[in-house]
Nanobody, 116 residues
Framework: QVHLVESGGGLVQPGGSLRLSCTTSGIIFSKYTMGWYRQGPGKQRELVARIASDGAFDYAGSVKGRFTIARDIAKNLVYLQMDSLQPEDTAVYYC??????????WGQGTQVTVSS
């Protein structure tokens, strides 16, 4: 059984930082593209950042230079370091594991609120 569990969300002031973590089980972690998505109030879910099985990564333009995705293959973990957070970053953040061919798994999400 596959499990993705996010942690690290919370309330932070504008300009602050948070680090999200996603622990995984039940998948061959190194064979998946791991991604972080978010869904803000009244918005559609959007890609934030992802790291492919070969280590290549990409970011949404709105977070480039502020957010960093990383993974620890030995621990089956993927991280999202978020710096210089802004109110528009407020959203539920979801971890995703994608093997292609329609095989994709989601975590339950973690709330990030940026507010003074």
């Amino acid at each position: 059984q596959v499990h993705l569990v996010e942690s690290g969300g919370g309330l932070v002031q504008p300009g602050g930082s948070l680090r999200l973590s996603c622990t995984t089980s039940g998948i061959i972690f190194s064979k998946y593209t791991m991604g972080w998505y978010r869904q803000g109030p009244g918005k559609q879910r959007e890609l934030v950042a992802r790291i492919a099985s070969d280590g290549a990564f990409d970011y949404a333009g709105s977070v480039k230079g502020r957010f960093t995705i990383a993974r620890d293959i030995a621990k089956n973990l993927v991280y999202l370091q978020m710096d210089s957070l802004q109110p528009e970053d407020t959203a539920v953040y979801y971890c995703n594991a994608n093997a292609g061919g329609g095989i994709t798994y989601w975590g339950q999400g973690t709330q990030v609120t940026v507010s003074s």
